[in-house]
């Protein structure tokens, strides 16, 4: 079990994050290609509340760093390309995400380091639609939802419907990249991107694939019809962090 030593000092590191922040959040956006409109200010990160035992919030995402999983709530995007599975709410990329959380990304990532994860490991996507796959922790990335009573859980891998292959991502693990900060002014793009978890080896994400890129990658991505799932539909996303090889 988690010693109050341990937690004590995750939280201080996550504190630390935090402070980090707040300064890379006040920092504006890189310029980029035409886009649709700008979205608001970055959000401030959110603070550190104890639950008890080894559970942590951190704003709406629930922490449990002896299961060394976080848990947070969102809703089914109206969307017709994909290239991420989750944004944040009002995230800048939602426009090609099937999921929007209810988080901010300095949130989120704060949620992953308290389970053990770092980007210190990580081998970063140099460019959008990068050939070579990133590398980082293991994540297994599951969505829940509600359906004819009962709920529904499945991999995010099933999520992600190729209309070249006729697949869904093949089934295995997710990486945790922690995204980046911009050379040309310190903004951290997952922020200012408004990308939390990504297919197609972009900087900008927090987690990505690290499988190769599909077939057809721009406008053959889809949801997955199979699932059934109705712009709207509230849904929870569970991260957890998987052993390292």
Do not use: C
């Not at 550190?48 to 060394?68: P, S, T």
């Not at 359906?147 to 991502?169: C, F, H």
């Not at 990504?198 to 889809?222: C, E, K, N, T």
């Amino acid at each position: 079990m988690t010693t109050t030593r341990t937690r004590q000092h995750s939280l201080e590191l996550a504190s630390l994050a935090m402070a980090l922040g707040i300064l890379i959040a006040s920092r504006p956006a890189d310029a980029q290609a035409p886009r649709p409109p700008a979205p608001a200010a970055p959000a401030a990160p959110a603070p550190i509340e104890r639950l008890g035992g080894d559970r942590v919030r951190v704003g709406n995402v629930m922490v449990d760093m002896a299961a060394k999983e976080i848990r947070v709530e969102g809703v089914v995007n109206e969307v017709n390309i994909l290239e991420f599975i989750a944004v944040p709410k009002g995230g800048f990329k939602a426009y090609e995400s099937a999921l929007e959380l209810d988080t901010n990304a300095i949130n989120f990532n704060l949620a992953l380091i308290l389970i053990g994860l770092d980007s210190s490991r990580a081998t970063h996507p140099k460019q959008h639609l990068d050939p070579d796959p990133p590398a980082g922790d293991p994540v297994e990335v599951l969505v829940e939802w509600e359906a004819n009573g009962a709920t529904r859980r499945i991999r995010a891998e099933e999520m992600v419907y190729n209309d070249v292959t006729k697949q869904t991502l093949p089934e295995g693990p997710w990486v945790y990249t922690g995204s980046v900060f911009s050379a040309a002014n310190g903004a951290y793009l997952a922020d200012t991107e408004g990308s939390l978890i990504g297919f197609v080896h972009s900087p900008a994400p927090v987690i990505d694939s690290p499988r190769p890129l599909s077939p057809g990658v721009y406008g053959a991505s889809r949801i997955n019809p199979a699932l059934g799932l109705a712009a709207g539909t509230k849904v929870q996303v569970i991260v957890r962090a998987l052993p390292r090889n």
